[in-house]
């Protein structure tokens, strides 16, 4: 059997090569995508037998986490690829549950995120016969900055330009205003202060001896005389 003269043959459930053939003996494993948001995605899955560890890779993203409940779970962010596994043979209950969840980086315009190239291992190392979950639409982010960036602080100026230095200013709270309130009150005007401090005034306060101070008298014609 298998090449093995008086061999025992496969196990039950997979080939000479080790393929599950019978996925009911061998198990079997479907993912999805779900709670995609602009930056994370759950991968869900519904197996029959339990789960020992997983080996995938992700495209459409770059990814910046990944977390799974078997005690190490690596990923490469330019590679895409994700592993899990438990060093003491810990496994994931047969069932429905969430595999693994992913973190990436948004983007402004969002995109699609896939997965391909997947291994599901079941007990003592076996290959749990998987399929991979469709192509999932990731949204665009929802807080970018004015150059696009998502998270960004850059913002646009009063002046309309996207990281100006531009500022609302003077006391009409306008765009770069210098304006300041006159003797008068009034915000932007034009009246000022004489030589006497009398706003609007000509100057004929001051009589030349001083404000507000008669001025020459007498035969000496001085002031205060």
Same mark, same amino acid.
Do not use: K, R
């Given at each position: 059997? $298998?090449?093995?003269?008086?061999?025992?043959?496969?196990?039950?459930?997979?080939?000479?090569?080790?393929?599950? =053939? /019978?996925?009911?003996?061998? #198990?079997? @494993? !479907?993912?999805?995508? =779900?709670?995609?948001?602009?930056?994370? %995605?759950?991968?869900?899955?519904?197996?029959?037998?339990?789960?020992?560890?997983?080996?995938?890779?992700?495209?459409?993203?770059? +990814?910046?986490? @990944?977390?799974?409940?078997?005690?190490?779970?690596?990923?490469?962010?330019?590679?895409? =690829?994700?592993? @899990?596994?438990?060093?003491?043979?810990?496994?994931?209950? !047969?069932?429905? *549950?969430?595999?693994?969840? +992913?973190?990436?980086?948004?983007?402004? /315009? #969002?995109?699609?995120?896939?997965?391909?190239?997947?291994?599901?291992?079941?007990?003592?190392?076996?290959?749990? !016969?998987?399929?991979? &979950?469709?192509?999932?639409?990731? &949204? *665009?982010?929802?807080? %970018?900055? $004015?150059?696009?960036?998502?998270?960004?602080?850059? =913002?646009?100026?009063?002046?309309?330009?996207?990281?100006?230095?531009?500022?609302?200013?003077?006391?009409?709270?306008?765009?770069? !205003?210098?304006?300041?309130?006159?003797?008068?009150?009034?915000?932007? *005007?034009?009246? %000022?202060?004489? %030589?006497?401090?009398?706003?609007?005034?000509? *100057?004929?306060?001051?009589?030349?001896?001083?404000?507000?101070?008669?001025?020459?008298?007498?035969?000496?014609? @001085?002031?205060?005389?």
């Amino acid at each position: 059997e $298998c090449g093995v003269c008086d061999g025992s043959g496969p196990d039950a459930g997979f080939d000479c090569d080790g393929n599950c =053939v /019978d996925a009911a003996i061998c #198990g079997t @494993a !479907s993912l999805s995508f =779900v709670n995609v948001t602009s930056g994370s %995605a759950d991968i869900s899955y519904s197996s029959n037998v339990d789960l020992y560890g997983f080996q995938f890779s992700v495209t459409g993203v770059t +990814l910046t986490g @990944a977390s799974s409940g078997f005690g190490t779970t690596s990923f490469g962010a330019e590679s895409g =690829v994700v592993i @899990a596994f438990s060093m003491d043979g810990s496994s994931i209950s !047969s069932g429905d *549950g969430t595999l693994a969840s +992913l973190t990436f980086e948004p983007s402004l /315009d #969002g995109g699609t995120i896939n997965l391909g190239d997947l291994i599901v291992s079941g007990d003592g190392g076996a290959l749990v !016969s998987s399929s991979a &979950p469709d192509a999932a639409s990731v &949204p *665009g982010c929802d807080d %970018a900055d $004015c150059t696009g960036e998502c998270g960004g602080s850059v =913002v646009v100026d009063c002046a309309g330009v996207c990281g100006g230095d531009s500022v609302l200013s003077g006391c009409d709270d306008a765009c770069n !205003s210098t304006a300041v309130v006159d003797c008068a009150g009034e915000c932007g *005007g034009t009246s %000022a202060n004489d %030589a006497c401090g009398v706003c609007n005034g000509d *100057g004929s306060d001051d009589q030349g001896c001083g404000c507000f101070e008669p001025g020459p008298s007498g035969c000496d014609n @001085a002031c205060g005389s």
